[in-house]
């Protein structure tokens, strides 16, 4: 079940985090790659400065989109780049 839930938050995380840094181009299965990976990086980065904005499902969801949305955008430096 908590693999289950993890996918879902991941996958809500993931096209939120695609709609606000205006559709990247990425299919369904990379942006809930993206999910997941911005639950690591928004708990981290959560953490790191301080912030807490609770417990349950949508912090979950917020944390993780603003953690997919700081790798969309750091993704989005290195393509420029080229």
Do not use: E, H, Q, T
């Not at 980065?45 to 349950?56: K, R």
Request: proline share 0%.
């Amino acid at each position: 079940m908590d693999i289950l839930y993890i996918v879902i938050i991941g996958a809500i995380a993931g096209y939120i985090a695609d709609v606000l840094m205006r559709d990247n181009g990425f299919g369904l299965i990379v942006n809930i790659i993206l999910g997941i990976a911005g639950g690591f990086v928004g708990s981290w980065a959560f953490g790191y400065l301080g912030i807490s904005i609770g417990s349950g499902w949508i912090s979950d969801i917020i944390r993780s989109a603003a953690g997919a949305v700081l790798i969309l955008f750091i993704v989005g430096l290195f393509r420029r780049g080229r």
